[in-house]
Nanobody, 123 residues
Framework: VQLQASGGGLVQAGASLRLSCAASGRTISRNVMGWFRQAPGKEREFVSAISWRGLSRYYTDSVKGRFTISRDNAENTAYLQMNSLKPEDTAVYYC?????????????????WGQGTQVTVSS
């Protein structure tokens, strides 16, 4: 499966962005989907994950209440709605798919990765 992340950009603090992760090659309807981010000089960190039916959603503490993960299996796409953005959210955001249908928050547990989209939040 190939993943294409998009929707990043340069915004001011407090603004919103919606990231999209479009899958091709095969359906992702049975895959757990995740979002990770990597800031300059830092390790890649977990942001959010959603189960294949969307019934379970995980978030890292720093984005709870501001970010919402969702998916549209008919469109083979996952989303990350990011509100009230902060400068510390600045990073390259990656979407990922996990072959297993169990939830995961660690990068190596995901099997497919998109190319990343840059999110820059100015103060």
């Amino acid at each position: 499966v190939q993943l294409q992340a998009s929707g990043g950009g340069l915004v001011q603090a407090g603004a919103s962005l919606r990231l999209s992760c479009a899958a091709s090659g095969r359906t992702i309807s049975r895959n757990v989907m995740g979002w990770f981010r990597q800031a300059p000089g830092k390790e890649r960190e977990f942001v959010s994950a959603i189960s294949w039916r969307g019934l379970s959603r995980y978030y890292t503490d720093s984005v709870k209440g501001r970010f919402t993960i969702s998916r549209d299996n008919a469109e083979n796409t996952a989303y990350l709605q990011m509100n009230s953005l902060k400068p510390e959210d600045t990073a390259v955001y990656y979407c990922a798919a996990r072959s297993s249908n169990s939830m995961a928050t660690i990068a190596y547990e995901y099997d497919y990765w998109g190319q990343g989209t840059q999110v820059t939040v100015s103060s």
